[in-house]
């Protein structure tokens, strides 16, 4: 069965206060590797997919690096604007192109 | 172009009755996805259709049921509701045929209150 595990559950920083997120997976073959965003009470916001272990995408203050066991976003000099929980999905390679996410991680940045 | 859209927003109902929720996929897009969120957990799967033809069911009990429409719009019913099926539905959509097409784009969810 896929698994996803996010750490840590909840993280607080200073502006400025650059930090990484975690995601460790388990899946029967990976078909891609999925960051989201979400405000309370809204839908999650798609950021990055990756697809191979080495791969990396970056947005804006957001970097996403993948290996074959753990996926990291790197937070640099954050905003009170990048509060928000991020959620880490995986797909499967075989198979219902269906997503299976971690708990997420609750980031809060303060000024 | 507009997004996901879903339907209603908010939604309270009583244990036993059915519920209806809506969606309509991105302009383009073919395949839409049902996901259950409960508070604190990430979302979890219930079904996703392409074409109209079921092509993933999760782990959920057969109160659960969904269609899809020519319009690739889709619709998410439960019946017998219990005060477990309290959530965030979120509806998500995604292209096909395409390398991309494994991108899922979610919309703004309906809040269901099962009293």
């Known amino acids: 069965e896929d698994q996803v595990t996010q750490s840590p559950e909840a993280l607080r920083l200073q502006e400025g206060e650059s930090s990484s997120l975690n995601c460790s997976y388990t899946v029967s073959g990976l078909r891609g590797l999925f960051w989201y965003r979400q405000d309370p009470g809204k839908g999650p916001e798609f950021l990055f997919t990756l697809y191979s272990a080495g791969e990396e995408k970056e947005k804006e203050r957001l970097k996403a690096t993948l290996t074959k066991k753990e996926s990291f976003l790197h937070i640099t000099a954050p905003k009170p604007e990048d509060s928000a929980t991020y959620l880490c999905a995986v797909m499967a390679a075989t198979g219902r192109r269906a997503l299976t996410f971690g708990s997420g991680t609750r980031l809060q940045v303060q000024p | 172009d507009a997004g996901v859209t879903q339907s209603p927003t908010h939604l309270i109902k009583t244990r036993g009755q059915q519920v209806t929720l809506r969606c309509s996929p991105i302009?383009?897009?073919?395949?839409v996805s049902w996901y259950q969120q409960v508070l604190g957990q990430g979302p979890q799967f219930i079904f996703q259709y392409y074409e109209k033809e079921e092509r993933g069911r999760g782990n959920f009990p057969d109160r659960f049921s969904a269609r899809q429409f020519p319009n690739y719009s889709s619709e998410l019913n439960v019946n017998a509701l219990l005060l477990g099926d309290s959530a965030l539905y979120l509806c998500?959509?995604?292209?096909?045929?395409?390398?991309?097409?494994?991108?899922?784009?979610f919309g703004p969810g309906t809040r269901l209150t099962v009293t």
């Open positions: 998500a959509s995604s292209s096909a045929g395409t390398s991309s097409s494994y991108e899922q784009y």
């Open positions: 302009s383009g897009h073919k395949s």
